[in-house]
């Protein structure tokens, strides 16, 4: 009989890493997607479902908003739930956030084996909401899939070797996949965030901003914004919904003209913004990958480097959220070491699944 493995997913790169993974998973298990339901407007959740041909979720838990406490604790309690209701053989998750923990924690208490893809990235700080999911997560995982050499030397210092294996980064099958298949017919129209059709700029930066440690304080949104307004051609900002009010407060007040503020976008149209803008700033651990696959120059608003691969000749730099010292790096000149691939060949997906096989095989012979 086919294993049943159930993927818990609820935040935007996860469906992105959902939808190259479960086309291969598929192929040999029996797979049930559980949303617990941590990204739900259109364009944090169903658009990706949609474009990218994602199988709808058997299960959509609802959970969204709250504290992290509140958030996590919901989930858990409902996913409990479902793992005791499905009972599958092994529990997949992605990445770091809340959805990533609560699946983790409430499997390894039913004896169910966790496999954590894109395990062992740390920043070194448990300031950092994420890193605390990505911790607890590894820690009760029986399979720890690296994108990088470096999550296998982090994971190294936590006494972790034997469960570890580099199978490369599913956000680059993505990237790979999508970019070949838009070919230049990119979608150039894009929602404004008051519903109006927008034509992208010919030429124009990609700024993607929405971690809490920039955007619950104003100001510190505010002096990355002065940054963009002050460059010489506007910018693209998918406003992701838990800053929308204050950008645009921030854009009201402050008159940014040279800043285009639109509704978060589709996976495709923003890996076609990434291949096409000048430069890239951005927070987010998927698009400084992204921007690093597409060659082009990124400055990261982070004080802790996320994806020390990326930051090779300063293709990938870190800035304060400071308009001066975002200048400053945007204006670096940098050199591409042009054979220089760290996140895989493409292939990840085939490489989860076909460990996740050899887990089981190994168990059966254990027994
Ligand atoms: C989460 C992840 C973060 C990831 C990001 C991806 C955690 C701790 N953080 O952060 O690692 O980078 O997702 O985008 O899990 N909201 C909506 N509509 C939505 C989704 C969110 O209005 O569809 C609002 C809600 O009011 C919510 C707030 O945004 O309270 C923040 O959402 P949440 O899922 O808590 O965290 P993210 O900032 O999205
Ligand atoms: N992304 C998207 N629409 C947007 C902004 C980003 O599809 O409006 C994609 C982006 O290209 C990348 C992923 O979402 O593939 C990154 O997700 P996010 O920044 O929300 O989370 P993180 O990677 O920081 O966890």
């Avoid at 040999?28 to 199988?55: A, C, K, L, R, W």
């Avoid at 770091?96 to 070194?124: F, Q, W, Y």
């Avoid at 680059?172 to 992208?200: K, V």
């Avoid at 691939?341 to 990840?348: A, K, T, V, Y």
Wanted: aromatic share 8%; charged share 20%; glycine share 6%.
């Amino acid at each position: 009989m086919m294993k049943k493995i159930c993927t818990v997913v609820g935040a935007r790169p996860q469906f992105i890493k959902l939808a190259m993974v479960s086309r291969v998973l598929r192929q040999e298990f029996q797979e049930v997607v559980i949303h617990t339901g941590q990204h739900y407007d259109y364009n944090m959740s169903d658009v990706f479902f949609e474009t990218m041909h994602i199988p709808k979720p058997q299960y959509n838990l609802g959970i969204c908003g709250g504290t992290h406490g509140q958030m996590t604790g919901k989930m858990l309690i409902e996913i409990e739930k479902v793992l005791l209701l499905e009972r599958p053989d092994m529990v997949l998750v992605f990445g770091d956030t809340n959805s990533t923990m609560a699946a983790a924690l409430a499997a390894v208490k039913l004896h169910i084996p966790v496999c954590h893809v894109e395990a062992g990235a740390r920043l070194g700080t448990l300031m950092n909401p994420e890193e605390v999911n990505r911790i607890v997560t590894d820690h009760v995982s029986s399979l720890h899939l690296v994108c990088t050499s470096s999550g296998i030397e982090f994971l190294k210092k936590e006494g972790f070797s034997k469960t570890v294996h580099l199978v490369g980064d599913p956000m680059y099958d993505a990237f790979r996949f999508y970019t070949s298949e838009l070919n230049g017919n990119e979608l150039y129209t894009i929602l404004g965030l008051d519903g109006d059709s927008i034509q992208i700029p010919k030429e124009f930066y990609y700024l993607t901003c929405h971690r809490q440690e920039n955007t619950d304080i104003p100001k510190k949104l505010q002096n990355i914004l002065d940054a963009m307004e002050s460059l010489d051609s506007p910018t693209i900002y998918p406003v992701h919904p838990r800053n929308r009010k204050v950008a645009q407060e921030l854009s009201a007040q402050r008159g940014y003209h040279n800043i285009i503020l639109v509704q978060p976008v589709s996976y495709q149209i923003s890996i076609a913004l990434v291949n096409h803008a000048k430069k890239i700033v951005t927070d987010s651990g998927g698009v400084q990958r992204e921007a690093f696959f597409a060659k082009k120059q990124c400055v990261t608003v982070m004080d802790h480097v996320c994806w020390p691969e990326t930051m090779i000749n300063d293709c990938n730099q870190l800035a304060h959220p400071d308009k001066m010292d975002i200048l400053q790096k945007l204006n670096h000149k940098i050199d591409f070491k042009s054979d220089y691939q760290p996140f895989g060949d493409g292939h990840s997906s085939e490489k989860i699944v076909d460990i996740i096989k050899e887990f089981f095989n190994k168990r059966e012979l254990d027994v």
